[in-house]
């Protein structure tokens, strides 16, 4: 959505002030969010350098830099230099306490605050000369109207690293610090992991009429009956931690049971700052997730099966960009696109590959 429509592009003035980078039906901005840790400011810098653009970072204490009662005139002139920048990408990174929720925001800073957000983020959009995004923990929080089109183009979780990856990772660790050529035992599944995630526990926080109520249940431990869940939202940097309570089981035998998973889990530090509300939005937030269909997506096509580049006519809607061949469509439409003789193989990271249709 947002890299290969830029890389995709023939390049532009950059000195000329009016150009508009970002074509209209093209997305510029997104929430993502997730829990800490995730990697969201990381992936929103690599964007920045893979499309070759300036990066800006910006933080809740950068619009109260000159106190509290100049607020609105620090946030005027902020908004007044990122209108001025174009060919970059923006962060504005954690700040829930400029968006929340206006109904639920006791006092009249923050709802001001809100209120004077949504029109400039408006006059950004519209610009089409820069890229922003926000990184929050919490997306419960925000505003309705700041979540709305035309302020943000899609809204994305961001989770933890997924079973797979963190499988691979946590292997590769003890490998090369432990010498261990570890293996995880065929019970050690990510079903199991998911299975082990309290979802009653979690359903009865979202029936709880009273706030307090909410609040206290997601202040509760994790069962320790769900200890191996921990693994479904163990973060990059915790990795080593697990290989270092796994280590004293391994020299015994190198198979990673869920007995022994379960009990190096149980030894990582996270019961203060992992609590149940945790693993009730690891649940609930994906459902937060939300886009503009009205937006266009760029996917590079990889190959395509059968065909020759030097002599045949590329089959519609498949177009020459400026490096490769691409297919432009509605977000999450490219499913349904119909291309004449061929089937469409969706690939990671933005890319496709067209193979042949059976006669």
Not at 10 to 35: T, V
Not at 77 to 99: C, G, K, N
Request: net charge neutral; charged share 35%; proline share 6%.
């Amino acid at each position: 959505m947002f890299i290969n429509p830029i890389s995709e592009k023939k390049p532009d003035d950059r000195l000329e002030p009016d150009s508009q980078p970002i074509d209209k039906e093209f997305p510029r901005s997104a929430i993502l969010f997730g829990p800490p840790g995730t990697g969201k400011t990381s992936l929103v810098r690599a964007a920045s350098d893979v499309i070759g653009w300036h990066y800006v970072e910006l933080h809740p204490s950068d619009f109260v830099a000159e106190g509290l009662p100049r607020v609105q005139h620090t946030a005027d002139l902020i908004f007044q230099r990122l209108m001025e920048l174009d060919h970059a990408v923006v962060l504005f990174d954690e700040i829930d306490e400029l968006v929340r929720e206006r109904d639920i925001e006791p006092d009249q800073f923050g709802r001001f605050l809100t209120t004077s957000m949504l029109p400039r983020l408006a006059q950004l959009w519209k610009a089409r000369k820069i890229m922003y995004f926000v990184a929050t923990n919490h997306i419960e929080y925000f505003d309705r109207a700041v979540t709305r089109s035309e302020r943000f183009d899609t809204i994305l979780y961001i989770g933890p690293p997924c079973f797979q990856a963190k499988r691979d990772e946590l292997l590769r660790i003890i490998a090369v610090r432990f010498k261990i050529e570890a293996q995880f035992d065929s019970g050690l599944t990510e079903q199991e992991v998911n299975a082990a995630i309290p979802v009653k526990k979690c359903k009865a926080i979202e029936k709880a009429r009273k706030k307090e109520d909410r609040d206290a249940m997601k202040a509760s431990p994790l069962p320790k009956q769900s200890v191996l869940a921990k693994f479904a939202l163990l973060r990059w940097d915790e990795l080593d931690e697990l290989a270092t309570n796994l280590e004293p089981y391994l020299r015994k035998s190198p198979l990673i049971t869920k007995e022994i998973m379960k009990a190096a889990l149980d030894r990582v530090r996270d019961s203060k700052s992992r609590t149940l509300g945790e693993y009730y939005r690891f649940i609930s937030d994906p459902h937060y997730e939300r886009y503009d269909a009205s937006k266009i997506a760029t996917w590079v096509v990889t190959e395509i099966q059968d065909f020759d580049d030097k002599k045949d006519a590329l089959p519609p809607p498949i177009l020459r960009g400026s490096k490769n061949k691409i297919l432009r469509a509605h977000i999450d439409s490219e499913d349904r696109v119909d291309i004449q003789g061929y089937e469409l193989e969706k690939l990671s990271e933005g890319k496709i590959r067209l193979r042949k249709t059976t006669p």
